[in-house]
């Protein structure tokens, strides 16, 4: 929805181009990330909405009940470094 609302104010409207220039210049947090990852891409330059994780450990279930995930680990986040395919396959 929000491709769509960024598209309708561009120059020319909702058009197809501008969907897609508009899907692929976003920012935004979604509520069921772990805290701390944000999706964001920039075009070209960085095609990688999610570059950031962590490990964590499922914890607490018993036959009746659920459990819960704990963090094992610190947040990885490598948001913006990998750019896009070339240069993640370059390793650089």
Do not use: C
Request: a negative charge.
């Amino acid at each position: 929805m929000q491709a769509l609302q960024d598209a309708s104010v561009m120059k020319g409207g909702l058009t197809r181009a501008n969907i897609n220039v508009a899907a692929h210049s976003y920012s935004s947090t979604y509520p069921l990330m772990i805290e701390g990852v944000e999706g964001e891409v920039s075009g070209v330059e960085d095609a990688y909405p999610f570059e950031a994780g962590g490990m964590y450990t499922y914890t607490g279930a018993t036959p009746s009940t659920t459990g819960h995930f704990e963090p094992a680990g610190p947040l990885i986040d490598n948001g913006g470094k990998l750019g896009n395919w070339e240069k993640a396959k370059a390793g650089k």
